[in-house]
Every structure is written in structure tokens, then in C-alpha cells.
């Protein structure tokens, strides 16, 4: 009965999405971090941006907040690449060392402990030489 209900006052609207959830993490990071400090109407920062999660959440405009999270995930895919790119550097530490190509700033990764070696990047063909 209930989820009837639900899936009834949901039809024709947003539901959530990647911005949503961002919000709505943003929001519970804040709230608990004003908290903490002690921050005395600092939490109507977080609570303005659960709203307005909400908002998007039960919007019928369905259009306006696909393009909100168009442009949200335009923002956000390169932080997120870069963040994963430093993840694995930082799980690979202990074998392999990342060199940028001085000629084409392409990363490169080459085995840890083999001494000094000439590296070739796959991109540009530069030629240098660096202590693994």
C-alpha cells in the first residue's frame, strides 16, 4: 500500500540523482562538522542545502534538473578522474614511481628499485633518463 502510494506521488518527477546525492552528502558533512565547532547557525547552511536537494528530488521539472546535473557531472569528472588517478599512485607506491613526460606532460609509470633508466614515452616518443 505504501509503496503504491510512493511510486503514485514519485511519477512525473526528478528522483534523485548524482547532484542529489552530492548535496545530500555536502549537507550531512556540514551538519556534523558545525556541530563539532560548535558553529551556532551554521547548521541552516546544511539544512538549506538538504532542502534544496529535496527540492530537486520531487521537482517536476525534469528538464531543468537534468541540465543542473549536466553540468554538475561536467564539474565534477575531472575531479573525480584526478582523485582516482591519485589512488592508484598512492597503492602503487611501493612498485612503481610516476615520471611526467617533460615534453608532453603524459604520466608515466615504470617499476620501482631498477636503478636509473632511460624512459620513452608511449605518446610523444621524448627520451629521458631518471633513478627508478
Known sequence: ???NFLRNFM???????????ALIVVA????????????PYGMVIAYALLAFAMFRILSRNIQKR?????????????VRSRAKRRAVAFRDRGTHRYFVCPSCKNTLRV?????KLQITCPRCGERFIKKS
Open 1 to 3: 500500500m505504501i509503496r
Open 111 to 115: 617499476p620501482k628499485g631498477r636503478g
Open 28 to 39: 550531512l558533512v556540514l551538519n556534523i562538522a558545525f556541530q563539532v565547532l560548535g558553529v
Open 11 to 21: 511519477t512525473g518527477r526528478y528522483g534523485p540523482d548524482q547532484l542529489g546525492t
Open 66 to 78: 537534468r541540465r543542473e546535473n549536466d553540468r554538475f557531472l561536467r564539474f565534477w569528472a575531472p
